[in-house]
């Protein structure tokens, strides 16, 4: 996972099972990987509407 806080690990380590701390652990992974993804897509859709806005200035549009 990359991430951890302060004393984070065994606390919940000794109380969660290890099939449910996997199945956390992969679900909280995801979540990060589909994250990123929106972030980029935000990007790409703020890059295209800039590009189109000094597009139009120019009089391109």
């Known amino acids: 996972m990359g ?5 984070s690990g065994t606390t919940w ?3 969660v099972p ?3 701390r ?7 992974d995801k979540a990060g990987e589909q994250l990123a993804q929106l972030h980029g897509t935000q ?6 509407a800039v590009l189109n806005k000094v597009g139009t200035a ?3 549009h």
């Open 13 to 15: 380590r000794s109380v």
């Open 58 to 60: 120019m009089g391109y």
């Open 43 to 48: 990007h790409a859709t703020i890059k295209r």
């Open 22 to 28: 996997a199945l956390i652990t992969a679900l909280v």
């Open 3 to 7: 991430r951890s806080a302060v004393g």
């Open 18 to 20: 290890a099939e449910q």
